[in-house]
């Protein structure tokens, strides 16, 4: 049994226990009710609400664990280059959020929390890291989407297109494993 079907089916065998009734149904969502919640969290547009609503729906079902914005530590990396992806880990934050959330639940690699990979697939994190770029630019537009912010604009662009290209190149360990 996994560890996210004990997290339900166990409180749920003790409020039965107790005297309330809970289904089989209710006690354990199912894994393709699962996938497809993953699947909603993971493909909307950075600020909407399924995140929020089924971390409370799923706490435990599915892996919300995260890091931030991680930049690994590569020798390419210049001091000024660092500076540079620090300032927007902060400005990409529930970006980098939705990518963890991606990987720990469609990949296969292990860590913390529960590990469903639903879809270890090189498309299937091709996918993920497309969708991790899409909203690291739409934040850049959120951010400075005044006309005399374009030059501000134009940076954190490529500001999301080096955070792409680092989870591109150098994602694999993290979710093949």
């Known amino acids: 049994m996994r560890i996210w079907q004990r997290a339900v089916i166990i409180p749920a065998l003790a409020l039965a226990l107790l005297g309330g009734s809970v289904t089989a149904a209710e006690a354990a969502p199912s894994r393709a009710t699962l996938k497809a919640a993953a699947s909603k969290v993971e493909y909307e547009t950075v600020g909407g609400s399924n995140y929020g609503h089924y971390k409370k729906?799923?706490?435990?079902?599915?892996?919300?664990?995260?890091?931030?914005?991680?930049?690994?530590?590569?020798?390419w990396i210049s001091p000024a280059l660092a500076l540079v992806l620090a300032h927007y880990s902060g400005v990409f934050k529930a970006s980098c959020d939705r990518h963890d959330f991606g990987y720990r639940n469609y990949g296969k690699a292990s860590g913390p929390g529960v590990r469903p990979k639903f879809d270890p697939t090189r498309a299937r994190k091709n996918s993920i890291d497309s969708r991790f770029r899409s909203n690291m630019r739409v934040?850049?537009?959120?951010?400075?989407?005044?006309?005399?912010?374009?030059?501000?604009?134009?940076?954190?662009?490529?500001?999301?297109?080096?955070?792409?290209?680092a989870v591109s190149l150098g994602g694999d360990k993290a979710f093949f494993g």
């Open 57 to 75: 729906k799923y706490p435990t079902q599915l892996n919300w664990t995260k890091d931030g914005c991680s930049v690994p530590k590569a020798v």
């Open 139 to 165: 934040q850049c537009q959120r951010e400075y989407g005044s006309w005399w912010e374009i030059g501000a604009k134009e940076a954190c662009y490529k500001a999301a297109d080096v955070y792409y290209t």
